[in-house]
């Protein structure tokens, strides 16, 4: 068999039970950092290519699917959460629409994870450094949120990542580019409408200002359009 090629939205649905992709048993957990997931995003905004993945055939009876993801897990994780095609996700990613200017960052797009131990997200560093205790306390009162930073599991539909100036999930405009035909200001009014709709609370808190959607449309759109046309090479392992 040839090597194949996947679009990243492709790839984001080998999710679904019937994909013709699925990971084998004997992949490893998911172990990536929050930092890597989001740099990773950062390079595919900005074009960069993120290597190959390797697939073989499926050879076990009653398996679902064609081929078995053997290497790339990790960059699969990420792609699908982005496109919030992970189902019952521990992380969820956003980009923030005024992003902050940081000195010494390797970053052009701030995308920002939050995720079920650190809900509140990560500081806006290229490490994706903790918050301290008094940070963590805070954002639960910004949050109007009651509960213990030590013991409690919030949902990351009631919390936002607390250092982002007008964060939004990626998801949201990743969506918004499939119907929107190339128009960045039908773009802009959808991606705002996908986001009011849904059940996050900072739906309800978000300032859509000037500054925040000149950015959504002059810098956001052409490049999640441009995604349309990212690609990644599979290469094929014989057996």
Known sequence: MENKIYSLREIAGWTADDSEVTIPALQRGLVWKPSQVELLWDSILR?????????SDIVEQGQKGKYYLMDGQQRYNAISIGFNTVKDARAVLWIDLVPPFVKNSTRMFWIKATTIPQPWGFKNDDACSRLNTREKRKALD??????????????LKETWPIEANCPIPLWCLLEASKTTNNDAEAFLHKTITIFKETNFAYSKNIDFDEKACCYLKEVLFPRIVA?????????FLKR
């Open 227 to 235: 995604l349309d046309n990212y690609y990644i090479n599979c290469n």
């Open 47 to 55: 074009g960069f290519p993120i290597g190959s993945f390797m697939l």
């Open 142 to 155: 910004i949050f109007e949120l009651q509960g213990n930073i030590y013991n409690r599991e919030f949902s």
